[in-house]
């Protein structure tokens, strides 16, 4: 992995509290990068895409998604600090969870992947939304694969317990 910069991940399963945080900081002015694969679901919820057809295949939709974690990745060197809600590195624990085998492409960015540190927020009260259609229990399973790839590839995990709004940011901004 290279040299590390300023940049930290907010991670977890299906209802963790992530957007909200990633909202939060950017309201405070800090750069965030939103979720890649919401952006793509609201890509084809404005093409008029259902979530079922979004997601049918399930090749191009990781494809698309690794293609703007990548290009998030570049677009943000040299930036001083940025929190990214999910990166390159949830692909590896959501290719593990759905049984596909990593492309090369996939491999190797997130070697590139330099974080500093990853919070993982643990599980709120789980609800659906327009882009989740997990269950409670695939969200949990997910969560855990999230805090195994991280390990994986030697990014510092913090976690993250439930707390307010307001007093889960300042744990996070006390322990970048």
Known sequence: MQEKNNWYVLTGGP????????REFEAD?????HESARVVIDRGFAEGK???EIRADGAAFSAAIIAL?????SRHAGTEKVFFDR???DNIAYHRILGFEPSAELLAAAERAPFKKVFLLDLLDYQLDDARNETPEEAARIHDALEVAYRDYG???VK???LPVPERVEFVLANL
């Open 155 to 157: 990014v510092p995990i």
């Open 87 to 89: 990166s390159i590195l």
């Open 29 to 33: 002015g800090i750069p965030v990068v």
């Open 50 to 52: 259902t979530l079922e």
């Open 160 to 162: 993250v317990p439930v």
């Open 69 to 73: 974690d990548t290009e998030n990745l």
């Open 15 to 22: 209802c963790a509290g992530k957007t909200t945080l990633i």
